[in-house]
C-alpha cells in the first residue's frame, strides 16, 4: 500500500508538466489566426427594416405599364435597400466589387442597379468609404449580361476593413419596355476581387 | 548519390520560389449571387388618349354644318391646326402582332360613305418617333367600312410596346351633299384592338 503511495505521487507530477506545455502551443496558434487572410464577400443578413432581400429578390405580378418598377413591398425613398454585400479584406490591396447578369432567361440591359456610397464601420461609427462608385454620382444603371463589371473599388479608408467589412447596399429596378407578358429569371453575381 | 542532390537541391529552391511567388500574385476573389424571380402581367388594352391637341374622345360633333361644302371638319376644327379629333392608345405585351380595326355604324338614313376618317403613320410613346408599324393604306381621307377592317398593322417595335405604347390619331370629316337640311344624323365608330388579322 506504501509504495502505490508513491507511484501516484509521481504520476501527479507528470500529468501536470504536460498541460503547461500544451497551454503555450495554443498561445502560439492563435497568434497566427489573428494574422491570417481575410477576403470574402457575404450578404448582410436581411433585416426588413434596412436590408429586405439576399439571395433572391422578387418582382410579382409587375404590371408593365408602369415605367418604374421595384421590388415586392419596396418603394421610393423608403430608407431601404434590396441586398446588402459585406466585402472585406485584410490583404491591404485594393479590392473592386463586380455585379453582372450570369444567367437566366431576362432580356438583355432590363434589369438595373443603384449603387449609394458604401460605408464601412471605423471601430466607433459607421462612415461612408472614401473608394470609387461606378457611376458617381449613383444613377440607375443597367447590370450587363454575361459579364462584370466594377460598380465599386475600394479607398484608402476600407481597403483593409476587417472584422467588420464594407458594407455595399444595392437596389434593383426591372424596365419593362419590349419584354412580352410571362416568367422570367436573372441571376445577379457579386464578385470581389484583387483583379481590376 | 551525393553530386544528385547537389543538382536537385537548386531545382527544388526553385520550384519552391515560383510556387511561391504564383500563389501571392494570384488575384484573391469571392463571390455572391442573387435570383432575381420576375413575373410580368399580360397586357393587351386600348384607350383613349387625352391630351390638349387631341379635342375629343367619346363624342365628335359636327353642329350647323355649311351643306355648301364638299367636305366639313368637326366642331372648332382647321386644317392644319395641328390637333386631331381623337386618339386612341394601343398596348400590349403579348408578343404576337396586333391590328387596330375600324368601322362604321350609321343610324338610317346616314351612310357610312358620308363619313371619312383620315390616319397618319402612329407614335411609339416609348421612343417619341414614329411607330414601325404599317398602314393598310397611305395616310389619306378614307370612307369608313361597315365592318371591322384593319387600318393598321403593329411593327416588330410594337408587338410588345410597354410601359407607353402606340398612338394612333384620328381626325374626321362629314360630305354634306345628299344630307337634308334640319335634320340630325349620327353614327357610331368603334375601334378594335386585335390580334386576329
Given at each position: 500500500m506504501?509504495?502505490?503511495?508513491?507511484?501516484?505521487?509521481?504520476?501527479?507530477?507528470?500529468?501536470?508538466?504536460?498541460?503547461?506545455?500544451?497551454?503555450?502551443?495554443?498561445?502560439?496558434?492563435?497568434?497566427?489566426?489573428?494574422?491570417s487572410?481575410?477576403?470574402?464577400?457575404?450578404f448582410?443578413?436581411?433585416?426588413g427594416?434596412?436590408?429586405?432581400?439576399?439571395?433572391?429578390?422578387?418582382?410579382?405580378?409587375?404590371?408593365?405599364?408602369?415605367?418604374?418598377?421595384?421590388?415586392?413591398?419596396?418603394?421610393?425613398?423608403d430608407?431601404?435597400?434590396?441586398?446588402?454585400?459585406?466585402?472585406?479584406?485584410n490583404?491591404?490591396?485594393?479590392?473592386?466589387?463586380?455585379?453582372?447578369?450570369?444567367?437566366?432567361?431576362?432580356?438583355?440591359?432590363?434589369?438595373?442597379?443603384?449603387?449609394?456610397?458604401?460605408t464601412?464601420?471605423?471601430?466607433?461609427?459607421?462612415?461612408?468609404?472614401?473608394?470609387?462608385?461606378?457611376?458617381?454620382?449613383?444613377?440607375?444603371?443597367?447590370?450587363?449580361?454575361?459579364?462584370?463589371?466594377?460598380?465599386?473599388?475600394?479607398?484608402?479608408?476600407?481597403?483593409?476593413?476587417?472584422?467588420?467589412?464594407?458594407?455595399?447596399?444595392?437596389?434593383?429596378?426591372?424596365?419593362?419596355?419590349?419584354?412580352?407578358?410571362?416568367?422570367?429569371?436573372?441571376?445577379?453575381?457579386?464578385?470581389?476581387?484583387?483583379s481590376? | 548519390?551525393?553530386?544528385?542532390?547537389?543538382?536537385?537541391?537548386?531545382?527544388?529552391?526553385?520550384?519552391?520560389?515560383?510556387?511561391?511567388?504564383?500563389?501571392?500574385?494570384?488575384?484573391?476573389?469571392?463571390?455572391?449571387?442573387?435570383?432575381?424571380?420576375?413575373?410580368?402581367?399580360?397586357?393587351?388594352?386600348?384607350?383613349?388618349?387625352?391630351?390638349?391637341?387631341?379635342?375629343?374622345?367619346?363624342?365628335?360633333?359636327?353642329?350647323?354644318?355649311?351643306?355648301?361644302?364638299?367636305?366639313?371638319?368637326?366642331?372648332?376644327?382647321?386644317?392644319?391646326?395641328?390637333?386631331?379629333?381623337?386618339?386612341?392608345?394601343?398596348?400590349?405585351?403579348?408578343?404576337?402582332?396586333?391590328?387596330?380595326?375600324?368601322?362604321?355604324?350609321?343610324?338610317?338614313?346616314?351612310?357610312?360613305?358620308?363619313?371619312?376618317?383620315?390616319?397618319?403613320?402612329?407614335?411609339?410613346?416609348?421612343?417619341?418617333?414614329?411607330?414601325?408599324?404599317?398602314?393598310?393604306?397611305?395616310?389619306?381621307?378614307?370612307?369608313?367600312?361597315?365592318?371591322?377592317?384593319?387600318?393598321?398593322?403593329?411593327?416588330?417595335?410594337?408587338?410588345?410596346?410597354?410601359?407607353?405604347?402606340?398612338?394612333?390619331?384620328?381626325?374626321?370629316?362629314?360630305?354634306?351633299?345628299?344630307?337634308?337640311?334640319?335634320?340630325?344624323?349620327?353614327?357610331?365608330?368603334?375601334?378594335?384592338?386585335?390580334?386576329?388579322?
Amino acid at each position: 500500500m506504501k509504495a502505490l503511495v508513491v507511484v501516484f505521487n509521481i504520476a501527479m507530477s507528470l500529468a501536470f508538466m504536460p498541460l503547461q506545455a500544451y497551454a503555450a502551443v495554443t498561445a502560439s496558434q492563435q497568434a497566427r489566426a489573428t494574422a491570417s487572410s481575410n477576403f470574402m464577400a457575404e450578404f448582410y443578413q436581411p433585416d426588413g427594416a434596412h436590408i429586405v432581400y439576399s439571395t433572391n429578390v422578387p418582382f410579382t405580378n409587375v404590371d408593365p405599364t408602369q415605367s418604374f418598377i421595384l421590388p415586392d413591398g419596396r418603394a421610393v425613398n423608403d430608407g431601404k435597400s434590396d441586398v446588402g454585400i459585406y466585402c472585406k479584406s485584410n490583404l491591404n490591396l485594393t479590392w473592386y466589387l463586380k455585379i453582372g447578369v450570369t444567367g437566366g432567361n431576362l432580356p438583355d440591359n432590363k434589369l438595373k442597379y443603384y449603387l449609394s456610397q458604401p460605408t464601412v464601420w471605423d471601430g466607433s461609427a459607421s462612415i461612408t468609404t472614401n473608394g470609387a462608385i461606378t457611376p458617381d454620382p449613383p444613377d440607375w444603371t443597367v447590370i450587363p449580361k454575361g459579364m462584370s463589371t466594377t460598380i465599386y473599388q475600394s479607398g484608402s479608408n476600407d481597403t483593409v476593413n476587417t472584422p467588420f467589412g464594407t458594407l455595399a447596399t444595392i437596389n434593383f429596378q426591372l424596365d419593362p419596355e419590349g419584354i412580352p407578358g410571362g416568367t422570367y429569371m436573372a441571376i445577379v453575381t457579386y464578385t470581389v476581387t484583387t483583379s481590376p | 548519390m551525393k553530386g544528385l542532390k547537389q543538382y536537385l537541391t537548386p531545382l527544388l529552391i526553385c520550384a519552391a520560389a515560383l510556387v511561391l511567388l504564383s500563389g501571392s500574385s494570384r488575384a484573391a476573389e469571392s463571390t455572391k449571387a442573387t435570383t432575381v424571380a420576375i413575373s410580368l402581367q399580360n397586357i393587351f388594352s386600348m384607350e383613349f388618349y387625352t391630351d390638349p391637341n387631341i379635342v375629343y374622345s367619346t363624342v365628335v360633333p359636327f353642329t350647323n354644318i355649311d351643306p355648301e361644302k364638299s367636305m366639313v371638319l368637326a366642331d372648332g376644327r382647321k386644317d392644319n391646326d395641328g390637333k386631331s379629333d381623337t386618339a386612341v392608345v394601343c398596348r400590349s405585351n403579348a408578343g404576337i402582332v396586333w391590328y387596330l380595326k375600324l368601322h362604321l355604324t350609321p343610324a338610317a338614313p346616314l351612310t357610312s360613305d358620308k363619313v371619312k376618317y383620315y390616319i397618319d403613320q402612329p407614335y411609339n410613346r416609348n421612343t417619341g418617333g414614329r411607330a414601325d408599324g404599317s398602314l393598310t393604306q397611305t395616310a389619306n381621307w378614307y370612307s369608313f367600312s361597315i365592318a371591322p377592317t384593319t387600318i393598321y398593322t403593329s411593327g416588330t417595335q410594337d408587338i410588345s410596346n410597354l410601359p407607353f405604347g402606340t398612338l394612333i390619331t384620328f381626325n374626321f370629316a362629314i360630305a354634306p351633299s345628299g344630307l337634308e337640311a334640319g335634320k340630325s344624323y349620327s353614327a357610331a365608330i368603334t375601334y378594335t384592338l386585335t390580334t386576329t388579322a
